[in-house]
């Protein structure tokens, strides 16, 4: 997602129209438990090497990495019904995206040098650059790309008649009065900033990381989303979780990947 795209590349959109006929008989929406930050994820990333799933019952979002993961289980998500495969957003679109935020910058000199940013090669790397030391602008920026892949989130849904229900979430006992209503919901708050923030700052420590370490990067992280995937099917059919029987990842399969 670093090349800035050429004239010749599709613009893309949310919902793409191939024909005139008449639409099918309506089918009924499913309820798919979304899982917003991670479908988010999956319709930024739009690398060739990145094939990210939807599990339509628990919601889940599945990222497989070619050279990364087990060819026989990208095989198998691919071909498994209960997946479904997620459109990224085009480069082009994304382009299109910082193109349109720009004007919003309110300093002169920064909109200068994020129109320089933008041309040419490498253009997504060096508009992040600049914003990395603006952290307003920044976060505005975080915002305003939210907000577009949102809007191609919900066109996709709805394009597979996908209705998002809210995930299931730990029972949290009844406040007594507002002030205990607010104090409970403070810890969960903070949490989900957290979690962004989180986000944010490995996305940009990835950008500073060579071939090798990203690809430690990636099995490592790969690793975590197929123990969670298993957790939750484990869950889902009534075995209980076990936190301190988790496995993780030995020495040597993280040498492995890092040789890779």
């Known amino acids: 997602m670093d090349n800035a795209p050429t004239p010749a590349e599709p613009s893309g959109s949310p919902v793409a129209t191939t024909s005139s006929a008449p639409p099918p008989e309506e089918a009924p929406l499913r309820d798919v438990p979304i899982d917003w930050e991670a479908l988010e994820d999956a319709f930024e990333n739009n690398a060739p090497e990145v094939h990210s799933y939807l599990q339509l019952s628990t919601g889940e979002v599945i990222r497989v990495v070619d050279g990364v993961a087990d ?40 909109r ?22 603006h952290v307003e602008e920044r976060e505005r920026w975080f915002t305003y790309r939210s907000e577009r892949l949102r809007t191609f989130m919900d066109a996709w849904l709805a394009a597979h008649k996908l209705r998002a229900v809210p995930r ?3 029972s949290v006992a009844p406040a007594e009065s507002p002030a205990d209503e607010a104090q409970a919901a403070a810890p969960r708050e903070h949490k989900r900033r957290g979690a962004e ?17 990203l690809e430690a990067l990636l099995a490592f992280a790969e690793f975590l989303r197929a123990r969670r995937v298993a957790q939750a099917a484990r869950a889902s059919e009534g075995e209980p979780a076990d936190e301190d029987a988790r496995p993780s990842p030995s020495d040597q399969e993280l040498d492995a990947a890092e040789d890779r």
């Open 168 to 170: 299931p979430a730990w």
């Open 71 to 110: 060819p026989q289980m990208h095989a198998r998500i691919a071909a498994d019904p209960s997946y479904l495969r997620v459109d990224p957003v085009s480069s082009r679109e994304q382009y299109r995206w910082m193109e349109r935020f720009i004007p919003l910058v309110e300093s002169t000199e920064l």
């Open 112 to 133: 200068g040098r994020l129109n320089q940013a933008i041309d040419g090669k490498g253009a997504f790397r060096r508009f992040k650059d600049v914003l990395m030391t």
């Open 197 to 213: 923030a989180a986000r944010r700052a490995i996305r940009d420590a990835a950008e500073s990381l060579g071939p090798r370490d």
